[in-house]
């Protein structure tokens, strides 16, 4: 992460043992306190990317998006249950688990006061694909999905609105045992049926708040939706108003924060002040565990990673522990694509750091002093294991050198297959609970696609496709989880389609006046501003 004093390794674990727990370790919901009239927080520019669901991801458009489902928030880094949102119930599937028909709330209304219809639901789904989002992937079993994809014309055959019923139908290839849970990312909530495919931050709200000013890369502002219906996962916002504005100095954000001028920083502490923080304002933070996986890309339709006797050797190469030291301790090392936090999990311990067997691994190949470009974010938590895995590349043999390019345009570049890298810094976090999510997003080679492509390793091998596959339509339960642990353990051990190396913890920062207790997530991972409260 950021340039570090000396930190004792064990910063991870005394970040969780003295920082205020999100509600309780044994709570299920959330704090209840004070309202906040006016919420002022400190961003990165990814933080203001969009308040379209289809070009945005972050807090923003999860504040102001209902989908049909919604989960309850996460608490202390739980997953929530599945609950009605703009729907009447959480629907039972049928046809053999092929069918799913949904039932709109009565009286549902965007923030300008207009209806929402079934068809918007639909409509907010083709979009997807006609502003080529990377969530579309997860719609492959949806009948008609693909030759929409391909004719970008007319409608999805397995989506079917009926306005006047209030209802909703989708039609599945096959059982999908994660549809309801797809059905509760932002992404799907309704646009209206007029929206463009072009980007549109001007988008009515159906979340708790709605925006009523936003600029790209510099802030944005909210307020309370008046026309929102509050759900068992999100009631009406504790928070009248919120004012974003990014800051780009980590340590600015952090300071200002601490002296009351901001209320939450949406930045991780910087590792040089980390253990300061900790002794001094530890009131003022929360630890959370987060879902997520940092990892390389490692492309392997570009020498030297072609040859998988090299793409083990960087796996072979790299410390994770001393990777997770230059987090200042708030990273946990790993060698799995799928973190913790899944129940399919099965710890991966194939690569002990050895640079004489990586060195000789890149010799047999023939790939000694082979160019290698690794691409990092100015992302402080990107550039640092960017360097380090630079160095290590050098030291087995390869010639390597880093390419860093600014925050808000470095998930443009590696998404993009002709400007795709050796190898890219490539952070994961899940938006569906599921393993599907992690390896069937990342790793089906039938998904590359020319703009948004999530499989920055382009990796794509036909067997790896079809266990994907055959493993996304296992009944929830032991059998799923096997078949991905399974699969986990065939990327990275088999394969060396990618190097993980750390699973990330936040440490979420507020000013003296606000309750860290409210403290709750999206499903996503990303904070529940509209939960917040003062003391």
Known sequence: MRSRKAIVASSFALALALVVPAASASSSKATSGKPIAKLSIAITTSGADSVDPAYGGSALDMETTTPLLTYTPRIHARIGRIVPGLATAVPQPTN?????????????????????????????????????????????????????AKARKGHIAGIIPNNAARTITFKLTAPMPTFNALMAQYFTAPEPGNTAAAQNDHLPSTGPMMATQFTASQGYTLVKNPYYQPNAALPASNVTKVVATVVSDPNVALAQTLSGTYDYDDENVPVDQLATVLSKNRSQLVAVPLAETNMFSLNVTKPPFDKLQVRQAVNYAIDRAAMAKLAGGLQLPTENILPPTESSYVKITSYPYDLAKAKSLVQAAGAGGAKVTVLASSDPTSQPQAVYL???????????????????????????????PESSWYPWNEL??????????????RLINDQHNEDWSMFNVPSINTAISAAEVLPLGKARDAAWAALDKKLVVDYAAVVPYGNPVQIAVFSSRINARCYTQFVSGAVLLSNLCAK
């Open 96 to 148: 053999h688990g092929k069918t799913y028909v949904f039932h709109l709330k009565p009286g549902i209304k965007y923030s300008n006061g207009k209806a929402i219809l079934a068809s918007d639901f639909r409509h907010a789904i083709e979009r997807l694909y006609l502003a080529n989002d990377y969530p579309t992937g997860k719609f492959s079993l949806v009948v008609g999905a693909a030759a929409f």
């Open 390 to 420: 630079v160095n290590q590349l050098n030291a087995i043999g390869l010639d390597a050198k880093v390419n860093v390019v600014p925050s808000n345009t470095f998930f443009g570049v590696p998404s993009v297959p002709s400007t795709d």
């Open 432 to 445: 569906i609970p599921d393993a599907s999510d992690w390896i069937g997003q990342l790793f089906d080679g």
